[in-house]
């Protein structure tokens, strides 16, 4: 991604997100957004972690620049295709994963995002106009959205990227089992597939499972830790979260060869 694209994206972001806030009650959302992803993520299905304003902001203004940036760095280490033209971005949230995919490539692709949140849809489409892409957001479940690609011929599929970033685990393991069923499907009709978890194997019980299954369709996966300086501001957000973080880390399973050296 070019550089002065993501510079003008994050000062915009930060006018975006902080015009109400204090960088204090912007610092104590982090923390509150990424407690209940990690200590207490068994309260996802029942009330949504988007619930305050802080959070909110939280959400767009240092997890979606973190997701970009972190996307980046993964796609970077495979030899994920460049060419296609459409992505649909299942459980898009702020639209970043897709995003980091699609400017990639020469010709931007034009991107589908399907989530359950009607807040992060409006910040989708926002973080996409801004970047320069054509974007689409639909609220929608992603599992019912991957099985309605299927009606699609195999000459469109074939131009098909499908990117899940930081989705799959919070859905219920028998919906996982039926998008494993209809990902297998579509890949044997040409998709090409990104998938990006946390590091946590506790959060991903089912990713060897996934893998060893996608396997026939030459899915590589791999874990993924990237050496980073953060860009002001945020480096700050982080350092005043009190997370100081220099390494971004993912876990990626996709449609290409993965390289995962450390560095
Ligand atoms: C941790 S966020 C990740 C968002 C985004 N992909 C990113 O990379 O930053 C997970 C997203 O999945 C969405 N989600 C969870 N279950 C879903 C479902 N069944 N259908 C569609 N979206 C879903 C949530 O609303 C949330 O926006």
Redesign the pocket.
């Known amino acids: 991604m070019d550089n002065a694209v993501f510079t003008t994206w994050l000062a915009a972001l930060e006018q975006r997100h902080l015009a109400e806030l204090t960088r204090q009650e912007f610092t104590r959302a982090v923390r509150a957004l990424s407690a209940r992803?990690v200590q207490r993520r068994g309260q996802l299905p029942d009330r949504s972690p988007l619930d305050s304003a802080g959070k909110r902001a939280a959400f767009a203004l240092f997890?979606?620049p973190l997701?970009l940036l972190t996307?980046q760095a993964a796609l970077a280490r495979t030899d994920v295709r460049t060419d296609l033209e459409t992505l649909v971005?299942?459980?898009?949230?702020?639209?970043?994963?897709s995003a980091a995919w699609a400017l990639m490539q020469d010709t931007p692709p034009s991107i589908t995002g399907?989530?359950?949140?009607p807040w992060?849809l409006d910040e989708a489409r926002w973080n996409w106009r801004a970047m320069g892409l054509p974007g689409h957001a639909v609220r929608?479940?992603?599992?019912t959205?991957a099985r309605n690609l299927l009606r699609h011929s195999n000459a469109s599929l074939a131009t098909t990227g499908l990117i899940?970033?930081?989705?799959v685990n919070?859905?219920a393991q028998s919906?996982r089992a039926r998008l494993l069923d209809t990902v297998d499907q579509l890949l044997s009709r040409g998709v090409t597939l990104v998938v990006?978890e946390p590091l946590a194997r506790g959060v991903t019980p089912w990713w060897d499972d996934w893998v060893a299954h996608l396997a026939t369709h030459r899915v590589c996966a791999g874990d993924i830790k990237v050496d980073v300086d953060l860009p002001a501001p945020l480096a700050g957000f982080s350092k005043a979260a009190g997370f100081r973080k220099k390494e971004l880390g993912v876990r990626v399973m996709t449609s290409a060869t993965v390289r995962t050296s450390h560095g």
Do not use: K, Q
């Open positions: 992803y997890y979606a997701h996307t971005d299942l459980g898009c949230g702020t639209g970043v994963s399907i989530d359950t949140h992060v929608g479940d992603m599992v959205a899940a970033g930081w989705s919070e859905l919906d990006l």
